[in-house]
């Protein structure tokens, strides 16, 4: 632990000499949210435990083994060590929590009966954190779709809207007395460009167009959710959750690339979801799947917008490619995070203004963070200067956006764990909070002092 005073300058007990300093936070509001975010699969473990039902991640699933052979069957064992977790969020001084719910653990099958046990781990969770103050965010998917129901076609079956509405209604109903904060989906350009659309996906090779289906389907479960969270929650708060990034040409004649990249990535769901229209560039292949009313079913009342951000992305033509656009080189001398990731503040705070232009709806941070190979030093202690260094840059980009008129409300760090990083498992760490996974010691690192110093100076100001 390294003590950090309220300017974000280290204390003496053995830290190193530069921690960064506070970014200003002169523009944002008052009652503005700090918290941080994790996911279900990510953290959770206890796979097979409680009447869980297998998901596309589960090695047994679609997705099968990621290389190195990691899996999330213990990951950061959150769903027995919950109560620690909390306890680290309190000494955090978040306001907020975002977290997301396993639909395999509250529908092992994906649909039918529900579990009860499942549905009683979210329940003490729940209740731990608003015992500590803290807000409960409850996002519907992130990612760990029931296997049971990708044997029917996942995302590419209009079913799936059924699929998951029921399951969204089992949510509202049970937990809607005490959470009103309600994510439909986290990063659904995401799931379904690398899902369908890439070849990754079993799928994929036989069916030519299971990207544009999953998209216009995961449309229509985000608006089905919406209207039965609505009907269900008195008070609920509706946003659902976009990763929207800079897509840059790699060179002058890579524009049309960068365009298309930007149509599937950051406008194939915001825009239905938000303003009721598909990006022009999609419409001709979303088409066939459109049934009279779906823009209107799609288009439903949202209450906030939330924005996962890390880093632009540089886009080359590809005329053999699927789509057309690969990924490209950026420019040189663009520094980087420890993963490789171009670290362009400027790129946040424009795409929160332009958000803001686009949406004109009050604007969430739900993830920003910095993944790194982080590892404790002699003294068992972890100096993550990189992360630091790297959440002021970007607090500080979010604090002139709102100074520049972007209706900010709340920031969450991605994330308060290290955590299982999909595709790249468990050697890149995003925490706040350092893991050992042998032994499951979560040790705060310097981030988690600077982050903690930073909320409280930020509700003393005058
Ligand atoms: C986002 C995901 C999240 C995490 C971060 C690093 O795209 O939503 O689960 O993996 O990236």
Redesign the pocket.
Known sequence: MVAVDSAGTPGKDGAPAQIEPFPPLTALRRDFIWGV?T?SY?IEGATREGGRGVCVWDPEGRRGVIPGKDTGDIACDHYHRYPEDVALMQRLGIQAYRFSVAWPRILPQGRGQANETGLAFYDRLIDMLLAAGIEPWLCLY??DLPQALDDLGGWTARDSVGWFADYAAIVADRYGDRVKRFATF??PS?FTLFGYGFGESNRDTTEADALHRAIHHVNLSHGAAVDVIRARVAGSSVGS?H?VQPCLPSSLADVKAARICDAYWNRAYPDPQYRGVYPDLLKAAIEPYMQPGDLERIHRPLDWFGL?H?SPIYLRDDPGSRFGFNFGDRPPNTPVTPVDWAIVPEGFRDTLLNLAKDFRLPIYVM?N?L?AYDKPDAQGTVIDKERIAYLRDYIAAMNDAAAAGADIRGYFV??LLDNF??DSGYA?R?GLTYVDYATQKRIPKASFDWYRALIKTAALRP
Do not use: M
């Open positions: 975010s996911s990510q992130h990612w986290n990063e995401i959750i990763n996962n890390y993830e963070g993944g991605w994330s990083e999909w890149v995003f």
